[in-house]
């Protein structure tokens, strides 16, 4: 009889006497149990990270282009553990991605159980370097364009008691994993709302919100933009997970106005789309010069001023390590 790490992190906590036990052990222990016993395939981690991917994405769609997989591996994914554990976690009438009652009740159990395995995955790494410090950087995927990587590998040359170890992930993975404390570094936007009072943040670059404008266009030969000039505009923005999205939200809805998004996808596709004169999009000159904007394409500031801050952030705990505070240095000469 085979069981997953899953199954066994539930089995072991289940009949842990210190624990009190909870709805989702108590709806699947007898399922693991017995579907092992008759040889048949159970719950995945991957199945438990699609399912609460959708949750935070607010669709398959969204998710799908976050894990960077097609939407039709996450709906068989997500099906399956719907059959694995004989409930409907989505409400599929309706067209976003909406959770019954037993989702609901199943979603916080489930993140708290990834969270778990990522903690033991942890710690197994930790073990197996005989000693060595293990650091972890998450960082958004522009990192690589931000000269990062050198700093990092002079830092671990420096340091050989230590192992450096880089994760480049999306904004609402990035932001979950520092919400649960999950990271030494974080290289990130800065973001109010995931970062606490218990987050330092050490801003590096002062990144600026523009719209990409085809040349053809009259809105091109503006040299700000402000926000009601955009209101019931047909405009193309970043995924809904996204910092970018939330920013420029934000700034729309303190002048009161409302752009109509018809497009959402990753910022160098909506530079592409802009030259193809699909619509105007919205995104920052630091992706704009990252991806070499088309020469028929007019980058556009707003007035007021919009922008998001790019940079260090460290969980307060870690924020008086030496070592920490080092590589932070380190990074912040970049």
Do not use: W
């Amino acid at each position: 009889m085979i069981y997953s790490e899953i199954e066994l992190l539930i089995i072991l906590d289940y009949f842990n006497p210190f624990s009190a036990g909870d709805s989702f052990q108590n709806a699947i222990i007898t399922n693991i149990i017995s579907k092992n016993e008759k040889g048949i395939k159970t719950m995945t981690e991957d199945q438990l990270v699609y399912f609460t991917s959708i949750v935070e994405c607010g669709s398959y769609s969204e998710s799908a282009l976050e894990l960077n997989i097609s939407q039709s591996t996450i709906s068989k994914q997500v099906a399956q553990l719907e059959s694995e554990l004989d409930v409907k976690l989505f409400d599929r009438s309706t067209r976003k991605a909406s959770l019954t009652p037993e989702g609901e009740a199943l979603y916080p159990e489930a993140a708290a159980l990834l969270s778990q395995i990522r903690a033991i995955k942890t710690h197994a790494a930790a073990l197996s370097l005989g000693g060595r410090r293990k650091i972890d950087i998450i960082a958004l995927p522009f990192v690589g364009n931000l000269n990062f990587y050198v700093p990092i590998f002079t830092f671990e040359d420096s340091h050989l008691n230590c192992e450096v170890k880089l994760y480049e992930m999306e904004d609402n993975e990035l932001y979950k994993r520092i919400a649960s404390k999950d990271y030494d570094v974080a290289i990130c936007y800065f973001d109010p709302e995931h970062m606490g009072n218990d987050v330092h943040f050490y801003p590096i670059i002062e990144n600026e919100m523009v719209a990409a404008v085809h040349k053809s266009l009259p809105l091109s030969q503006e040299k700000v933009l402000t926000p009601q000039m955009l209101d019931k505009v047909s405009v193309m923005g970043t995924q809904d997970f996204t910092t970018l999205n939330k920013v420029y939200e934000l700034y729309f809805k303190k002048f009161g106005v409302k752009p109509h998004v018809i497009f959402r996808s990753r910022p160098q596709t909506l530079l592409g789309a802009a030259a193809a004169k699909k619509s105007i999009a919205l995104l920052d000159r630091l992706h704009a010069n990252m991806f070499r904007t088309p020469a028929d394409i007019s980058l556009v500031p707003f007035s007021p001023a919009l922008k998001c801050a790019v940079g260090i952030a460290v969980d307060e705990e870690k924020a008086n390590d030496p070592v920490i505070q080092e590589l932070v240095d380190a990074l912040s000469k970049a």
